[in-house]
């Protein structure tokens, strides 16, 4: 199971790196909208911090040559595990597919639908960024249609990974993990909602509440002579 964060937010991928085994980050033009600096210096700061992680990026561009450009230079600048992120559009599938032959590591991503999802698995890609919130904003349940694409994959035998992506409650994340996503891309709010319950925290709580009570410390100077 991967666990990577949907934001190019240095303090919280720091904060949160700190104390989990995150596999990476996912990013797209809104999300870097959202950080200060010019473009370039943000994702190099990135890259530092993810220290070869996987760092799926989502392209800028929207046409075919100016996506495989892009991707280029992309590829010379950054050093941790890169993943072009695609959007599934015309444009996007052709360089997803051109790209995928030359070798380059893709995302297909903004996937919404079943026939999407194959045709970004036939063209090449490693990855599929399925959108699940905005998918349910338009009546149909995403989590339905990543279990219809796994179905298809496991049908005929296609290895592209699917990455759960664009939630907003922690029920979507965990149907997509149960539904059979092995990656999932998630907002550091959730994440660390997804890491704490009440019941744990009262839990440890009530735990070290009790032994201090009695044996009057905790820690390691209760091994100390
Ligand atoms: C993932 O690849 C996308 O960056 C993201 O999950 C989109 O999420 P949103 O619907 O919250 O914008």
Known sequence: MEYLLDTANKQLIKDILNYYPI???????TIMTKEP???LDI???LDTLLDGRQFHIQLTSITFPDMVEEAKRLND????ELYLKIPVSHEGIKAIYKLSKQGFKV???AVTNLNQGIMAAKAGASYLAFYVNRTASTGINGNDVINEIISIFKRDGYQTKIIGASYKSIYQINKSILNG?????VPPTLFKELMETTVTKES???FTNNFKDRFKQIG??????
């Open 204 to 206: 440890i709580e009530q």
């Open 181 to 185: 996503c092995k990656s999932v891309t």
């Open 220 to 225: 390691p100077s209760i091994y100390k002579e």
């Open 107 to 109: 995302t297909a991503t």
């Open 77 to 80: 600048i950054i050093q941790s």
């Open 37 to 39: 600096g010019a473009y």
């Open 23 to 29: 596999d990476g980050i996912t990013t797209n033009p």
């Open 43 to 45: 994702l190099s700061d």
